[in-house]
């Protein structure tokens, strides 16, 4: 793992570097000097962040600027590491606030830090890396079936193709079953309410979920669109209800319930984000679209469940609601009937 630290004591750097060797497989001090552009160049995994007062009248400490610009172009955790930490207000994942001390557990603790960051840093490497090399073989492959000789006026037309492809083969996995949390966009790609999305709003301490149900083109709003309905269908998500699934010891049940219960969707949890879950089908309700769309709605876009879940999602719902309402048949009296036919039919 690449480290940066930015520190104005050298001599304080060079303790803290010493410190940090067995855990960085390349590692870089710098002082407030340095440059936006070195630091892009050194790509660091983990930068660890002084902050230093500056000019009185800006109230602005020294690292807050770099904290900034790394923030807004990168990926790379933070570990603000200073005598006053709390002097930069920013909050996010991944940066982490650890206040100096004389001794050495506020080390231990940045080591800490080290350590629980770096299995990230291994997962963002690997998609990296995963991403180059599908795109080297989408290229290496597609370029003889599909380079055009008058390639001037088609190249944005090879860009979606190749695209496409990338992320159709690296969601491709033929050697595995996906993990449940595979179905979700996490968090969602933008603020565009789609069906089959599970909205949230907090409400006195506690979170409340709610699924949307209308078909996505009557919810667009890109290009200044005006949502097409006045009310949409809306469903709660409700706890993972054990007795309501009429839970058994058999796993072979079990798995049939969840997949295919007819009235409800089950939705599985995404550890410590969100807890497994399902919809009733039975209990759909409309709402005044506003209540989503309004710009002061308290409802947020928590997840999107990405094709071909979202198919399954609509499929299920209409079945469910599609399905014919039929009247009571005496089929005890067919049944007796039958048997006595049968009964005929075998005596000699």
Known sequence: MK?????DDMDNAELLRIDLEEYSTELEVKDFSVEIDEIKSFD????ILDLMSGPVDSGIPLGNDEYNEIWDHSFCPIIVYSAAPEKLPQEASFVYKIKKGSDSSAKKE???????????????????????EQIRISFKESASAIEPKNASNKLELFRHLMRRRVSATIERDHNHKLPPVAQYIFPPIDDQILFGDILCRNQEKLKVYRMMLTPSCDLSTLGGRQVKVDNVIVADVLPFDPDFFE??????KLIEKLKNHPSTIFLPEIPEIFCNSYIDLKK?????????????????RFLSIDSPFR?????????YIGRPGLPDIDYSSIAGILIE?????CDP
């Open 284 to 300: 759909l309700y409309t709402v005044p679209h506003k209540e989503f769309f309004d710009q002061t709605s308290p409802w947020k």
């Open 44 to 47: 660091p995994d983990c930068i």
């Open 311 to 319: 198919e399954n999602v609509a499929w299920k719902l209409i079945n």
């Open 110 to 132: 940045v080591i800490e830090k080290i350590k629980q960051i770096e299995p990230f840093v291994k997962i963002k490497h690997e998609l990296f890396q995963e991403i180059d």
């Open 247 to 252: 839970i058994s010891t058999k796993v072979e």
């Open 3 to 7: 480290i940066l630290i930015i520190e």
């Open 341 to 345: 036919e049968r009964k005929k039919s």
